[in-house]
């Protein structure tokens, strides 16, 4: 069965620190990996992807994230936290022979950043 | 460009009663799905058109869900006989189905339901 897992519902971290949020994955092919940002009341905001390549990729707001295949994990990283970046971010995944384009979704994690 | 909007914002309505909710999506995008999400808790998908036909609608909880998209553009999930349980964010996205694009859902700010 496909399913994504975060395993910290919160993350807290000092302003200009580097962050980091996990998400590791289970698909039955290779997957698609995606990361969302949510804001209070707001709906989830595209950040980046994986397709296929460059196993880090670099998205919107300084956010990266490395694709990791021998761990199947796709963590979240930004060099230095912004108070700003203080949200809910979800990781998602597609296994790309999965023709209905449905994504499986992590539960979420909260970061805070403290200035 | 605009973005994927969805009306209304908020809803309340009282237990028993029937509720539409619409989406608008990115134009030009054939893709389109809806989600629901509870507080503190990840979308749950609710079911997906390409085009004007559902291709998946495994997500929708029972048949007081339904779901339309008659010409391929805006959408309406539409609620009957609601419950207390139906409430929740019911979010919209939609996608261009391209294999460059790799299939990324542009999501709406959702509708705040709430059943009294």
Known sequence: ?115 | GAGVSQTPSNKVTEKGKYVELRCDPISGHTALYWYRQSLGQGPEFLIYFQGTGAADDSGLPNDRFFAVRPEGSVSTLKIQRTERGDSAVYLCASSSVGAAQGYEQYFGPGTRLTVT
């Open chain 1, 1 to 115: 069965a496909q399913s994504v897992a975060q395993p910290e519902d919160q993350v807290n971290v000092a302003e200009g620190n580097p962050l980091t949020v996990k998400c590791t994955y289970s698909v039955s092919g290779n997957p698609y990996l995606f990361w969302y940002v949510q804001y209070p009341n707001r709906g989830l905001q595209f950040l980046l992807k994986y397709i296929t390549g460059d196993n880090l990729v670099k998205g919107s707001y300084g956010f990266e994230a490395e694709f990791n295949k021998s761990q199947t994990s796709f963590h979240l990283k930004k060099p230095s936290a912004l108070v700003s970046d203080s949200a809910l971010y979800f990781c998602a995944v597609r296994d790309i022979r999965d023709s209905n384009y449905q994504l499986i979704w992590g539960a979420g994690t909260k970061l805070i950043i403290k200035p």
